[in-house]
């Protein structure tokens, strides 16, 4: 009897081992949903809000509110900075740049505590159409001279798209029923998140915009050297401290060499004017993440990695003011 409880123990504790060795799999290889559900782009920004929550307690700080937000709190009882939790973002360069849909357009998950029923009247009221797709109704909303189209896709889940075309929400709602399976999501996503760092609480991965394909830029006076078709991978991580990693794949060694160098020059008269005569223009918290800052080399890869303080971090997260494509609207009145 001894034996066969012993044998029984051994197997609880073997699998208890393969499931958490599992879970720690599927995290670092499957998405999480806010972005697997977004359409095919050139880039992905994601970010856990709630990390960066507990971390900088930016929804104990007092916020301004602008009328227009304000309007919007009052209609949907939603206040961004307490109660959206995680937020995906998809860009989409245009073809066009100088076109009517500027040089880029955005698709975007919302995931948080919302009420349905106040969100989607508010919806209504400032929509100027509406489709039906999928069993979900979309919100056709005109702002800045394009159309954002809304939808809920679940009781906690929005999805909104300023595409010209709807191509994009659609495929936002259709990958909403198979969200289940771990490992769905777009092209970019399959490709590139398995080289997101494990802990990352907000990453960005793409190639680089078109308002820099001219082969670089320009930081004080100097050239920096960045392929049109290098890759981004950008994240924050939380282990204590916010760590910063920002790495280029570039398309040679040569390349990478390139903006190493170009990183490193700039890098030290940065740190020369922050340590030196400029330095009242720093503050401490400024001064420190600047020092933190490292460039080197991997082959083919140039990476950034620093350390944020918490206190510069909480600073930059004391003012959430608006939900970016959720329009909010001018005055009581439908547009």
């Known amino acids: 009897m001894t034996h066969r409880r012993t044998k029984l123990s051994i197997a609880i504790v073997l699998v208890v081992l393969l499931l958490l060795a599992g879970a720690i799999y599927l995290r670092k290889e499957a ?59 998809a860009l989409h360069r245009m073809a066009n740049p100088k076109g009517p849909n500027g ?67 659609h495929s936002m709602i259709d990958r909403y029923r198979t969200a289940a399976l771990p490992f769905s999501g777009s092209s970019l996503l399959s490709k590139r998140y398995s080289q997101v760092p494990l802990l990352a609480i907000a990453w960005g991965i793409g190639q680089i915009g078109a308002p820099l394909s001219n082969g670089g ?18 994240s924050l991580t939380w282990i204590g401290k ?36 400029g330095a009242e223009t720093y503050d401490s ?9 490292q460039v080197e ?3 083919n890869q140039a990476v950034v990695t620093a350390t944020i303080p918490t206190a510069l971090l909480q600073q930059m997260m004391s003012s959430p003011q608006n939900l970016h494509s959720l329009p909010v609207p001018n005055s009581g009145k439908k547009p």
């Not at 910063?244 to 060694?253: G, K, W």
């Not at 160098?261 to 020369?272: G, H």
């Not at 918290?285 to 800052?293: F, M, Q, W």
């Open 31 to 89: 998405p999480p949903e806010a972005a697997r559900l977004l359409p095919e782009s050139d880039g992905i920004v994601y970010i856990n809000l709630r990390p960066l929550r507990s971390a900088t307690h930016f929804d104990q700080h007092p916020v301004e509110h602008s009328p227009e937000y304000q309007q919007f709190i009052d209609a949907t009882g939603i206040q961004v900075e307490k109660d959206l939790d995680e937020a995906a973002f």
């Open 242 to 277: 916010i760590h910063l990693r920002v790495e280029e794949i570039a398309p040679s060694d040569a390349a990478a060499a390139d903006t190493t160098e170009s990183l490193q020059t700039i890098l030290v008269l940065v740190k020369s004017m922050a340590n030196s005569g």
């Open 297 to 299: 080399r991997r082959r």
């Open 103 to 169: 040089a880029m357009a955005f698709s975007e998950v919302f995931v948080g505590h919302f009420d349905g029923r106040r969100l989607a009247e508010y919806l209504a009221h400032i929509a100027t159409s509406q489709e039906d797709y999928a069993g979900h109704t979309i919100y056709n909303i005109p702002s800045e001279g394009r159309t954002v189209r809304v939808t809920l896709l679940g009781y906690d889940i929005v999805a909104a798209s300023n595409t010209p075309l709807p191509e994009q929400i």
């Open 217 to 234: 830029a320009r930081v004080m006076g100097l050239h920096l050297p960045l392929p049109v078709d290098a890759t981004f991978i950008a």
């Open 285 to 293: 918290e400024a001064r420190a993440l600047i020092n933190s800052i």
